[in-house]
């Protein structure tokens, strides 16, 4: 390759990644515009009205987000990292020093999640199936950490930490599909709802090995 040639290269290398960084932040842009909308208006929300406040038509938000179920998915994504933010804080210092406490401080944080952005929630609820990939994403970003935190109090207390995941996944699907129901219909008080949750959660780790309760 040439000096010419190298220079072209770099120019066009550069130009890409200059555009990358103009439709990513175009694409932010959307989104937040699309949160906005979905916050001010509940959770029959629509795509009209989320490139009205844009200032575009439907079919150009669409470009930045392949389609309405691309749109979706990026609330989702954008409310787990949010909770996934949410939950770390809750239970970081509470991490299994006292098991069943951070069980129910990372339960709590969940529902209190649900309460501040309760529009938002119930969009994602209405729009998304609960085995749409949108929601698997939810699930799944949350449960990782989680994850991890149950495979390190297996393998501290000397059991096989490979049902880590599958404990993680029970919990976080349990709380996410019961708050949803609780959100639209409150049937039982708050601490009564979280304590149901976080005694439910806890009794299943004991019973498949895990020490829950401060040694």
């Given amino acids: 390759m040439g000096v010419g040639e190298e220079i072209s290269s770099n ?3 550069a130009a890409v990644t200059r555009q990358s960084r103009r439709t990513a932040g175009r694409r932010e842009e959307l989104l937040q515009a699309a949160l906005a909308v979905i916050r001010q208006v509940g959770a ?3 795509m ?3 490139a009205a406040e844009a200032g575009i038509t439907k079919p150009v938000l669409y470009r930045y987000f392949g389609d309405r179920d691309g749109l979706i998915g990026a609330v989702a994504e954008r409310f787990a990292d949010d909770l996934a933010a949410r939950l770390g804080a809750a239970v970081a210092n509470l991490v299994w020093e006292a098991p069943a406490e951070a069980i129910r401080a990372g339960i709590e944080a969940y529902i209190s999640f649900i309460e501040e952005d309760p529009a938002l929630y119930g969009f ?5 199936a609960p085995d749409s990939a949108a929601l698997v994403a939810v699930v799944d970003r949350v449960a990782t950490d989680l994850a991890t935190l149950i495979g390190a109090r297996l393998a501290d207390a000397g059991l096989d930490p490979r049902p880590a995941r599958t404990f993680a996944h029970g919990i976080v699907g349990m709380v996410h599909m019961a708050g949803a129901r609780w959100a639209k219909q409150p049937e039982l008080p708050r601490e009564e709802f979280i304590s149901y949750l976080a005694g439910l959660a806890s009794y299943g ?3 498949g090995g895990l020490p829950v309760q401060p040694e």
Wanted: proline letters at 0%.
């Fill in 48 to 50: 009209d009205q989320m």
């Fill in 124 to 128: 994602l609820s209405q729009h998304a």
């Fill in 205 to 207: 780790l004991a019973s």
């Fill in 11 to 13: 120019g066009t290398a």
């Fill in 44 to 46: 029959n929300a629509s």
